[in-house]
């Protein structure tokens, strides 16, 4: 059994206890809220606005507190071991400092020119490198390369609340021949996660 307060189109309010140590909260007889004896709460109906949801400050470690997405697929040649943006960049800025970022990154469209080298890919947090993800592209051969993509995750932790941008550079590996990114109009993307930690 369960001891019940419905709120009922007749009568009032309407208690009817019962020593079961579970309780139902009802609404014209149906019930919307039961609270077992071990305190698990079951809801019958939908949270219907954001305001009457879980705080995101409440949710459990490892939740997905909001997600960034951004694309680019203009192409870009670089002749130097001097890294440039690929143009691939998003930003984000976490509701707490103790969050982590994940970065989920693939650039697309990449290819050399004659010549042996290859393409330096690396992740930038705002003006700063912190991950190298990738040294592609055909280094040991003179000749062109056909178009592949490279897709790399890397979680950071930003300690901070204030807007931070993740971007890809990219460079020449041996400084004697062009790469290029987003080749054909090829699309590149970045997915940033924020993770509750």
Do not use: H
Not at 45 to 53: A, E, M, N, P, Y
Not at 85 to 112: C, D, Q
């Amino acid at each position: 059994m369960t001891s019940l307060i419905n709120a009922s189109t007749s009568a009032g309010v309407v208690i009817t206890p019962d020593t079961s140590g579970v309780s139902a909260l009802q609404t014209a007889g149906t019930t919307a809220v039961t609270v077992d004896a071990s305190q698990n709460v079951t809801l019958a109906g939908t949270l219907t606005t954001s305001s009457r949801g879980i705080a995101k400050a409440s949710l459990p470690t490892g939740s997905v507190l909001q997600v960034i997405n951004a694309s680019t697929s203009t192409s870009i040649t670089n002749n130097t071991s001097t890294l440039v943006s690929t143009g691939l960049t998003a930003s984000i800025t976490p509701l707490f400092n103790t969050s982590k970022i994940l970065i989920i990154a693939s650039v697309a469209g990449i290819s050399k020119f004659t010549n042996n080298t290859g393409a330096t890919l690396q992740l930038y947090k705002n003006s700063g490198n912190i991950f190298q993800f990738a040294l592609t592209g055909g280094a040991n051969n003179s000749t062109n390369t056909s178009t592949y993509a490279q897709t790399t995750n890397y979680l950071d932790s930003p300690a901070t609340t204030s807007s931070t941008s993740y971007t890809v550079y990219f460079g020449s590996q041996q400084n004697n021949a062009g790469v290029m990114v987003q080749q054909n109009g090829d699309a590149s993307t970045i997915t940033l996660m924020e993770v509750a930690a």
